[in-house]
Structures are given as structure tokens and as C-alpha cells.
């Protein structure tokens, strides 16, 4: 039987109240990977041409959500972190070119802050990557992409600062 987005959001769920820390969220991880594996899930949940960002379920206790990613072109973000909160990014199809940020100044309200590259690594079909709190990453899409991603917190209502690029 296909996974549905409520048996998927429940394991999360039951993951996330057992271990609130960081096992917790390695074991959402997992369970990204598993959902990824799931063809029907995918192609329900993930489908192509969908919109660039949907919410597919918000924990109405634990406030953790799963959202749909699809990109039909190239798009890059710039340095980010996911502020007092973490994020997995699950690839469904297409390539994601991720990287690794060293935070050589944190970012506020009263300025932007400065990041360095340390490293980039590919996320092919089936790949999740968790980034705890505070880890700075940056997302490149060369063509069309799809993704599941769990957000710590809805990132809709959390107060995010820049970075900006300086060398290592």
C-alpha cells in the first residue's frame, strides 16, 4: 500500500515526540528517504509542474511541516540559515546542488552577515540531508527539480537575516 502524506506525517510526528533533539529529526530523515522510495507518493504528493511551494501538512502541536517543492527551470538561492529551526530537504527528481556555508559573521536585524564556502555536494533522486539550526546551506537548480521538505517550523512566519558572500 502507498504511503499516504497522513501515515507519513504521523511516523514524523511520533519521531519527533520521542526524541525532541537532534535523533528525532535524523530519524524524519530516514523516514524522507523512505517516502522518496515511494513512486505513487511521489508522483501524488510531488507531482511535476506542481507550484514551487506547497504545503502538504503543518503539525498543528509540534508545528513542523511538509512541503512540495517544484522547479520547472534553473533557481539558486543565496546563503540562508533556517534561523532558530532545522530543515531536510528530500530530492524526488532532478539534482540539487547544495552548499555548505562557514558562518565567518552571524547575520541580525542590524546587519547582514557573512558567509564563506566550505563545500558543495550533489543531492540526486532518493537523497535527504537534515541542517540543524543555525547551519548555513544554499540550494542550486540547473533545470527542473521536485522535492519533499520538512521544515522544523513553518518557515512562512520565521524572521530570516542575509549573508553575504566573502572568501574563505
Not at 75 to 90: E, L, M, Q
Request: glycine fraction near 8%; aromatic fraction near 8%; proline fraction near 8%.
Amino acid at each position: 500500500m502507498a504511503m499516504t502524506i497522513e501515515s507519513f506525517a504521523a511516523k514524523c510526528r511520533a519521531a519527533l515526540q520521542a526524541h525532541p533533539d537532534a535523533r528525532g529529526r535524523a530519524q524524519v530523515n530516514l523516514l524522507v528517504k523512505e517516502a522518496l522510495k515511494d513512486p505513487d507518493f511521489v508522483a501524488t504528493y510531488i507531482p511535476e509542474g506542481g507550484p514551487e511551494r506547497q504545503v502538504l501538512y503543518e503539525d498543528p502541536e509540534l508545528g513542523f511541516t511538509v512541503l512540495a517543492h517544484a522547479y520547472s527551470d534553473a533557481k539558486a538561492s543565496g546563503p540562508h540559515d533556517h534561523g532558530p529551526t532545522w530543515a531536510i530537504y528530500g530530492q524526488a527528481a532532478g539534482a540539487t546542488v547544495m552548499t555548505d556555508w562557514d558562518c565567518i559573521e552571524p547575520s541580525s536585524a542590524e546587519h547582514r552577515g557573512k558567509a564563506a564556502r566550505r563545500q558543495d555536494y550533489t543531492l540526486a533522486p532518493g537523497d535527504a540531508h537534515l541542517y540543524e539550526p543555525g547551519v548555513i546551506h544554499s540550494p542550486r537548480r540547473d533545470g527542473p527539480t521536485r522535492l519533499l521538505r520538512i521544515e522544523g517550523l513553518n518557515m512562512d512566519r520565521v524572521k530570516r537575516y542575509p549573508y553575504d558572500v566573502v572568501a574563505a
